[in-house]
């Protein structure tokens, strides 16, 4: 009985399926095929990518995860998306 309960320990330990993280991009640059993401906290279900200046031939991005889709105010230009490496 005690082999029984034992097995099915272990089974269990090595079949438990850990919580989904998801990944996002953080890098600045126009484009970020070449950069590897960024695991999100545990709360955050979104990416998001964010315009901060559009002059010049490249324009410069804020990436990152966030938790939720905020109201965009004004003039800027965010977006967000829900799945890994999306905000590319």
């Known amino acids: 009985m005690k082999t029984l309960l034992l097995m099915l320990g272990v089974v269990a330990f090595v079949y ?7 990944v996002c991009k953080s890098c600045p640059e126009w484009k970020c095929a070449l950069t590897p993401g960024v695991e ?5 279900t979104q990416c998001y990518k964010k315009l901060l200046e559009s002059g010049g031939l490249f324009p410069k991005y804020e990436r990152g995860c966030a938790t939720n889709c905020t109201t965009v105010t004004g003039k800027e230009k965010v977006t967000y998306c829900a799945t890994d490496n999306c905000n590319d």
């Open 16 to 22: 438990l399926e850990p919580g989904y993280t998801l």
């Open 40 to 44: 999100c906290s545990n709360d955050s």
